[in-house]
């Protein structure tokens, strides 16, 4: 939003402030100022000038000499220029020796500006230079009555009637102004026009807010007798206000009104629209006007619209509507699209001699979602998208007919069609200045906090101890906002710097994010690097990776608006940002890749949705190049340890994942609960992702292992007594996984089995057909005494007997 300092000046008197000093005072009171735009920077002794005589140049066809007076008491400057439409008698601005303006004829902005110094052209003396709009910083499109190639002429405007000679010609023009751009929340309606700003402007300087004084305004007949209005869907109408004007005379708008609306970026157009335009950036309440000889019925209707309805904005648009679409209708058809845009049927023309004025209170959703739905944004919409003050709507409608009657634009009549089933009230906020005191660390006193309030007009009301807010002030409702006025005007600045109050806390961070800390410190570690993708995948992800078409994994949470159908679905499996990460590297020839990443999975409970899904977060592990399934075990299984899981983690190599090595995968099973997978990427899914190595891909469900996980891990000293060690040589049948010797040999080694390692594994031509050769290596120390033989004889004879029920052998 933007505003010039003149218009808030208008209701802020005596406000003096260099455009810096607004621009930081404003911010820390809570209207954050962007930056701000000096309309006059680089232009320099520039005043109105009147051409006296004019003669031709002695030795150029396109060049005259003129003899322009520049003050009041008579003095003249000879100038040469090239202009074609100045006259003798015109009143020009001039820009006077040693002087500058902002840039050159073709309205580009020169850095700096031009300096104009005295010189001669074509041998004839010129001091100074008559200036075009474009050479004053602006523009035809701002300044309407500017020629398209020539000088700028006072005196062809009757606004500038009684402009003086030598007076300054950018203050003339409107152009000594500084324009301010403003970052307003959404939840500051009342920002959203002048008017708020200048609020907030009184009260961070201390001065008095004058608003605009509402007269009224009408004839003695009465607007009912010509207008009829019914609102047909109050929950997307909460108010709607029409008047009418008869008599009308489009002209243009006077030059102060132009000059503020095109400081605010808007065209003027005529008197009809400004006042429209005008009145929306005052009270940031949109109008519409409507040609009443237009209105069928002599009555408005506000209702959804039909589905398969058609209507023609008014930018010659035809508009496919539907029932979520609210519109403006009179007793035959739809004439405008409420809060976007009228209709071409209805709109404002030289021929129209009566107007309907109308202002409304929209739903701003429903606003916002239309818009969206026709593709069409407006300013009016984006002002109702925020959620206007129903209450404004009179006052800002009665100041457009109050503008229409001073600017003698026409004859309003009198009263109004008001509908407003529900009007909204004040609110009242219980006030506790001590907390107020406490939440800052400040020591003010409870008036001193009233008087912040009294100057942006929320009122306090002594025997109840509420303060009362307006119905534009909608972000005010707890006592915490009332602390936030406080702060803002008290100054941020100001603010004393206190210590922390209530319990202690530990510091520390959560135990679920400690868990995830832990796995990424191992990983690292380990020599992988994070990586990050997007949970938005395509349906395509399924198929690369060969996932069977009953598989619950392809049951995806649909997007209702994508950016695309590459991003249309939630995840299900974290495979497919991880396995792209690792094919981006491996095409760019990066060798020896390992990455990781802690990412979301979203599994629906029903589809559609009717409850929120199981948001589940995953540690995926993957690589190619050096390394193996065994390494990436390892790794996996280092987490689990440095976690406390590693003592009963079991794995189940008949996992069938589909996208995974057959007879290289594993499930990871920690108490009978599958806790993550890894295993070997199967050779289809890699040519699907254009991996050209062999990838290895680890996965754990971090819900199931923060669920398990403990850092509760006792010392233990140094043992005292010696330890004893034993080898095993055996021969196992292929298919008996070595997990399974292992949970044989420590479940029936007893209290002083210390440990168990398997050192060697053999397959080959010395070992008999269907088995393999294990070896392991058993340590066994008790904590209390120095083991005698019979108590290694005796686990010894446990664990042989145990394995012997496997079918494993002692090889001889």
Same mark, same amino acid.
């Not at 335009?277 to 237009?294: F, I, K, R, S, T």
């Given at each position: ?49 009147? /051409? ?5 140049? @002695? ?39 040693? *002087?500058?303006?902002? *840039? ?93 700003? $200048? ?14 004084? /509402? ?91 039909? =589905? ?31 809060? /976007? ?19 409304? &209170? ?45 600017? *003698? ?7 109004? $069609? ?51 807010? @307006? ?12 602390? +936030? ?38 990983? +690292?570690? &380990? ?46 499996? @974290? ?23 802690? &990412? ?13 899904? =199981? ?87 971090? @819900? ?22 034993? =080898?095993?040589?055996?021969?196992? #049948?292929?298919?008996?996984? $070595? ?29 008999? +057909? ?19 033989? #019979? ?22």
């Amino acid at each position: 939003m933007n505003t010039p300092l003149s218009w808030i000046k208008a209701y802020v008197p005596g406000l003096t402030v260099t455009p810096q000093e607004y621009t930081d005072r404003m911010t820390l009171t809570g209207t954050k100022v962007e930056g701000y735009e000096e309309l006059d920077k680089d232009l320099e002794k520039i005043v109105a000038g009147k /051409i006296l005589k004019i003669e031709r140049h @002695p030795d150029a066809d396109k060049l005259i000499v003129c003899q322009v007076q520049i003050t009041e008491e008579g003095e003249t400057v000879q100038i040469v220029t090239g202009a074609p439409n100045v006259s003798e008698g015109d009143i020009v601005p001039v820009v006077l020796d040693g *002087g500058r303006v902002a *840039g050159g004829h073709d309205g580009n902005k020169t850095p700096g500006g031009i300096k104009i110094k005295k010189g001669k052209l074509r041998g004839i003396e010129s001091c100074g230079m008559m200036c075009s709009i474009e050479e004053l910083g602006s523009s035809k499109e701002m300044y309407p009555d500017a020629p398209d190639n020539g000088i700028y002429i006072f005196s062809n405007n009757e606004a500038y009637k009684d402009i003086r000679i030598g007076s300054c010609a950018i203050e003339a023009l409107g152009l000594k102004d500084v324009v301010f751009e403003y970052e307003i929340t959404s939840n500051r309606v009342d920002c959203f026009g002048v008017l708020g700003i $200048a609020r907030e402007a009184a009260a961070t300087f201390n001065k008095e807010f004058v608003p605009p004084a /509402i007269k009224e305004t009408g004839n003695s007949e009465k607007t009912s007798d010509y207008i009829k209005v019914a609102i047909e869907d109050s929950d997307l109408c909460s108010r709607y206000v029409a008047r009418v004007v008869k008599n009308i005379k489009i002209a243009p708008s006077p030059e102060w009104m132009q000059r503020r609306l095109a400081a605010c970026g808007i065209r003027p157009i005529n008197n009809i629209v400004d006042i429209t335009n005008y009145v929306m950036e005052e009270y940031a309440q949109p109008m519409h006007a409507y040609d009443l000889g237009q209105i069928a019925g002599k009555q408005i209707i506000v209702r959804r619209g039909k =589905d398969g309805e058609e209507f023609t904005t008014l930018d010659g648009q035809v508009r496919k509507i539907d029932s979520s679409i609210l519109m403006i209708c009179d007793g035959e058809k739809p004439v405008g699209i409420a809060g /976007i845009m009228g209709g071409e049927d209805s709109k404002i023309t030289d021929e129209a001699t009566t107007l309907l004025f109308e202002a409304a &209170c929209f739903n701003g959703t429903n606003i916002r979602l239309s818009g969206k739905k026709l593709g069409l944004r407006t300013d009016a919409a984006a002002k109702f998208e925020k959620g206007l003050d129903p209450n404004t709507a009179m006052e800002a409608i009665d100041r457009a007919c109050q503008l229409i009657e001073e600017l *003698g634009a026409g004859e309003v009549v009198g009263g109004a $069609a008001d509908v407003y089933p529900v009007p909204r009230k004040e609110t009242r906020v219980p006030f506790d200045y001590n907390r107020t005191n406490k939440v800052l660390g400040t020591d003010l006193s409870k008036e001193t906090m009233i008087s912040y309030f009294k100057k942006i007009d929320l009122g306090y009301d002594e025997a109840a101890n509420e303060v009362i807010v @307006p119905s534009w002030r909608q972000d005010v409702n707890l006592q915490a906002d009332l602390d +936030e006025e406080v702060a803002r005007f008290f100054g941020y600045d100001n603010i004393p710097t206190t210590l922390p109050t209530g319990e202690a806390t530990t510091g520390k961070l959560p135990f679920k994010l400690r868990i995830e800390n832990v796995a990424r410190i191992v990983a +690292e570690q &380990c020599g992988f690097s994070e990586a990050m993708s997007y949970s938005f995948e395509s349906p395509r992800v399924f198929d690369k990776l060969l996932l069977p078409k009953e598989d619950v994994k392809r049951q995806a949470i649909a997007i209702a608006n994508p950016l695309g159908e590459d991003y249309s679905l939630m995840r299900t499996l @974290p495979l497919n940002g991880m396995l792209l990460s690792l094919s981006t590297n491996y095409n760019r020839r990066n060798k020896n890749v390992r990455l990781y990443e802690l &990412c979301n999975t979203y599994q629906p409970k029903a589809l559609p949705l009717t409850e929120l899904p =199981d948001e589940r977060v995953q540690l995926v592990l993957g690589f190619y190049g050096e390394g193996d399934f065994f390494e990436l075990k390892g790794v996996l299984e280092e987490i689990l340890t440095k976690v406390g899981l590693k003592e009963r983690v079991n794995y189940n190599p008949g996992n069938g994942k589909s996208y995974l090595h057959p007879g290289r995968q594993a499930e990871i099973i920690y108490d009978k609960t599958v806790i993550g997978y890894l295993g070997e990427v199967h050779p289809d899914v890699l040519e699907n992702y254009e991996i050209g190595e062999k990838t290895y891909i680890g996965i754990l469900d971090m @819900p199931e292992i923060v669920a398990r996980a403990s850092f509760d891990i006792k010392y233990q000293g140094i043992a005292k007594y010696p330890a004893v060690t034993r =080898d095993l040589s055996m021969l196992v #049948k292929k298919e008996i996984m $070595a997990g399974e010797v292992e949970s044989v040999i420590r479940k029936n080694g007893g209290n002083i089995l210390e440990a168990c390692e398997l050192f060697d594994i053999y397959e080959g031509t010395q070992v008999k +057909e269907g088995h393999k050769s294990m070896a392991y290596s058993l340590t066994f120390r008790a904590k209390d005494r120095t083991l005698e033989e #019979k108590d290694i004889t005796e686990a010894m004879n446990k664990i042989l007997k145990n394995l012997g029920n496997m079918g494993i052998e002692l090889r001889q």
